[in-house]
């Protein structure tokens, strides 16, 4: 427990000092992924004394292509905070983080809470209330990017900031699976995307987390906001980027970055 709560503390001083840490990895040559949500859960449990919120959670490592470059075989998770949430179309100063990307998701408003196991993607479809497009800022606390699995579990599955917009629809009204989105970067196309790039469809990461979650006795509860997995690779930002995502049928959501 004292280990767990030292390495919560490197990460609470690289967020505050916006000077990145060692890889945990690199400390510890055996610490784990289990060992590392527990660093995570000790963070969140920090940053809830100190009066912050939970809002919701968010899940990473959905593309094939991010689970072959850190060799792993499923995704991973964070918390998401009442402080991390940016108005959309609004600024984001690159001071408050650290080493910024931005990825486009759909995110999940739940109505009803789950709990696995046995949660499937028809169930996570019932407990939503509506869809909406995001944009998620994910940052890193390790210091160069320079994580393993285990790193960025810990440091609450790299999470940043996130910024909803578009409008609320419900999911049974459009096709999450073959959705399409746009992203662009300062009015130029860097990426697209479409629903099935996050595990064949984003409400089967939402029902991941769930079964994920309840290993650690963790609900999605009713009204919390669920960011589903990436559709597309992050793009790093820096002061003066403007990145917006264009979905079909759920609208747009944009947000720009200052010194």
Known sequence: MTQIKEYSNLLLEAEETR?????????????????????????????????????GKKIGLTSKAMQNLLGVSEP?????????VVENGGAISVKRLLQ???????AFVLKE????????PIDVLRATEYVLPSLEIVD????????????????????GLYILGGKPVKPEEVDLEMMGM????????????????????P???VAWLANKLSEFDIALEAGEVILSGALSTAVNAQAGDVFTAKFAHIGQVSVHFTE
């Open 113 to 120: 809470t789950l709990k696995g196991p046995g949660i499937t």
């Open 100 to 106: 910024p990307k931005v990825e486009a998701e759909i």
């Open 76 to 84: 991973d998770y964070g918390h998401l905070l009442d402080d991390m």
């Open 203 to 205: 409400a089967t990461c």
């Open 140 to 159: 890193s606390r390790i210091r160069d990017w320079k994580i393993k699995l285990a790193d960025t579990v810990a440091d609450n599955a790299s999470s």
């Open 182 to 201: 746009v992203f662009e970067k300062n009015g130029e196309v860097v990426n697209t995307g479409v629903g099935a790039a996050a595990l064949g469809h």
């Open 19 to 55: 000077n990145g840490t060692t890889p945990l990895t690199a400390i510890q040559g055996d610490f784990d992924v289990i060992k590392a949500y527990y660093v995570q859960l000790e963070t969140i449990a920090e940053k809830v004394k100190s009066g912050r919120k939970i809002t």
